[in-house]
C-alpha cells in the first residue's frame, strides 16, 4: 500500500508522560501536515512542513507540542506531559505541488487517550 | 479569517433519495472548497474540489457541487444515495492568497435508512 500511513493506531498513556506520533507520507509528496480531530469536530490544523522546513508552527495548540521532519520524509508529532484534553485522533496527510487546491491524503490517523 | 459551517449535524435519508449536504465558507478571496468523506476507522478521502472554472463539480462515487459565490455556498448533491455512502462529511475551504492551509467545518453525519 502507498498511501499515508500512521503509527501507532492507537496509544494509552497516563497524564504527564509524553508521546511520539509517527507519520509516513505519500513518498512523493513533499507537504506534510498534522491535524488534530476531536469528537464531532472536523481536523483542526497544527503545523506543516515543506520537505524538512516547518512553515507553520504558530497552531500548535501549546508549548507541548513539537513536530519533525528531519530528512524530509517521514515526520513525528510530540506531545510532552500529557493532560487529559489531549485526548483526540490526530491526523497525518500528505500533498505534493504548491498549489493551495492540491488534494491532501489523509492517513488514519492515531487516536490518544489520556487516563 | 476564513471559516466554514455545516449546519446539519446529523441528515437521514433513505436509500434510493436525494442528498443535498449544506456549507457555507467565509474567506475574503477566491476560496478553494473542498468535500471530503470519512468512513469510520478511515482517513478522509476526498470526493471533489473547487478551484476556478465551471461552479458545478463532479467528484467521486457520484458526487457533485456547485459553487455559489453570491451565497457563499458549496453544497453537496447526490441524486440517488447508496447505503455505503453513510458516513461524515466535511467541507473545507482553503486560501488561495497563499496560504496553504484549509479550514474544515464540524461536519455532517449523514445516516441512510433501508
Known amino acids: 500500500d502507498t498511501g499515508v500511513s500512521q503509527d501507532p493506531r492507537h496509544k494509552i498513556t497516563k497524564r504527564g508522560q509524553n508521546v511520539t506520533f509517527r507519520c509516513d507520507p505519500i513518498?512523493?509528496?513533499?507537504?506534510l501536515y498534522w491535524y488534530r480531530q476531536t469528537l464531532g469536530q472536523g481536523p483542526e490544523f497544527l503545523t506543516y512542513?515543506?520537505?524538512?522546513?516547518?512553515?507553520?508552527k504558530s497552531r500548535l495548540l501549546s508549548d507541548r507540542f513539537s513536530a519533525e521532519r528531519p530528512k524530509g520524509s517521514f515526520s513525528t508529532l510530540e506531545i510532552q506531559r500529557t493532560e487529559q484534553g489531549d485526548s483526540a485522533m490526530y491526523l497525518c496527510?500528505?500533498?505534493?505541488?504548491?498549489?493551495?487546491?492540491?488534494?491532501?491524503?489523509f492517513g488514519p490517523g492515531t487516536r490518544l487517550t489520556v487516563l | 479569517a476564513q471559516s466554514v459551517t455545516q449546519p446539519d449535524i446529523h441528515i437521514t435519508v433513505s436509500e434510493g433519495a436525494s442528498l443535498e449536504l449544506r456549507c457555507n465558507y467565509s474567506?475574503?478571496?477566491?476560496?478553494?472548497l473542498f468535500w471530503y468523506v470519512q468512513s469510520p476507522g478511515q482517513g478522509l478521502q476526498l470526493l471533489l474540489k473547487?478551484?476556478?472554472?465551471?461552479?458545478l463539480v463532479q467528484g467521486i462515487k457520484g458526487f457533485e457541487a456547485e459553487f455559489k459565490r453570491s451565497q457563499s455556498s458549496f453544497n453537496l448533491r447526490k441524486p440517488s444515495v447508496h447505503w455505503s455512502d453513510a458516513a461524515e462529511y466535511f467541507c473545507?475551504?482553503?486560501?488561495?492568497?497563499?496560504?496553504?492551509?484549509?479550514?474544515f467545518g464540524r461536519g455532517t453525519s449523514l445516516i441512510v435508512h433501508p
Open positions: 513518498s512523493e509528496h513533499n507537504r
Open positions: 473547487y478551484f476556478s472554472g465551471d461552479t
Open positions: 474567506y475574503g478571496a477566491t476560496p478553494y
Open positions: 512542513f515543506q520537505n524538512e522546513a516547518q512553515l507553520e
Open positions: 473545507a475551504v482553503g486560501g488561495s492568497g497563499g496560504s496553504y492551509i484549509p479550514t
Open positions: 496527510a500528505s500533498t505534493t505541488g504548491d498549489r493551495g487546491y492540491n488534494e491532501q491524503f
